[in-house]
């Protein structure tokens, strides 16, 4: 049960796009398609964002996107906004009914 | 509304237990899959356990294996966390959040809880 690995930072201007990449292994990440993230403002509980690596709960914006190759999957904001400022996390199913997440991605909106 | 309540948190010394208990309402609590994630302060999040949602399925993080027992009372729409031997790295916020499926396999936590925080101190 190891970490997920991100990025401890990212950022990007208004009306850019960033994406935010979340390694695993193939006992996690690259071994199944339940790959969800999460975004987190401060003293704030997270939020879903995206689910089984692609899919947008109701609610999200468009903006938000999720893809996978191998044992990488990734986070992409498009169009970002000044409330797109927070910090992102990945999880993973990781077999033996475990759940491990990334250590998380600070978001800079500049 | 999907409301998650956790509670019983505090401060507690090494060693000893504590019981989190969390109180779900505004869905069909029976449907899905409950977990425990708890975030150390100015830190990331790191799943705890998870339980499907007939407690066919159980899982547990290594950190907490053999000391932390995850149960739920569908009947009361409640899921709880047994914390035993207590140490100073279990100190943590500990949220309560719901599945969108009734397996733990099946990760995406669509609704949280505000959590509960726990802190273990001589």
């Known amino acids: 049960q190891s970490a997920l690995t991100q990025p401890p930072s990212a950022s990007g201007s208004p009306g850019q796009s960033v994406t935010i990449s979340c390694t695993g292994t193939?006992?996690?990440?690259?071994?199944?398609?339940?790959v969800s993230w999460y975004q987190q403002h401060p003293g704030k509980a997270p939020k879903l964002m995206i689910y089984?690596?692609?899919k947008r709960p109701s609610g999200v914006p468009d903006r938000f996107s999720g893809s996978k190759s191998g044992n990488t999957a990734s986070l992409t904001v498009s169009g970002l906004q000044a409330e797109d400022e927070a910090d992102y996390y990945c999880?993973?199913?990781?077999?033996?009914?475990?759940?491990?997440f990334g250590g998380g991605t600070k978001l800079t909106v500049l | 509304e999907v409301q998650l309540v956790e509670s019983g948190g505090g401060l507690v010394q090494p060693g000893r237990s504590l019981r989190l208990s969390c109180a779900a309402s505004?869905?069909?609590?029976?449907?899905?899959?409950m977990h425990w994630v708890r975030q150390t302060p100015g830190k990331g999040l790191e799943w705890v356990s998870g339980i499907s949602w007939n407690s066919g399925s159980i899982g547990y993080a290594d950190s907490v294996k053999g000391r932390f027992t995850i149960s739920r009372d569908n009947a009361k729409k409640s899921l709880y966390l047994q914390m035993n031997s207590l140490r100073a790295e279990d100190t943590a916020l500990y949220y309560c959040a719901k599945g969108y499926c009734s397996s733990i396999s099946c990760t995406g936590h669509d609704n949280w809880g505000q959590g509960t925080l726990v802190t273990v101190s001589s």
């Open positions: 089984e690596v692609s």
């Open positions: 193939s006992s996690d990440v690259g071994g199944y398609n339940y």
């Open positions: 505004g869905f069909t609590f029976d449907d899905y899959a």
């Open positions: 999880s993973s199913y990781g077999g033996y009914n475990t759940v491990v």
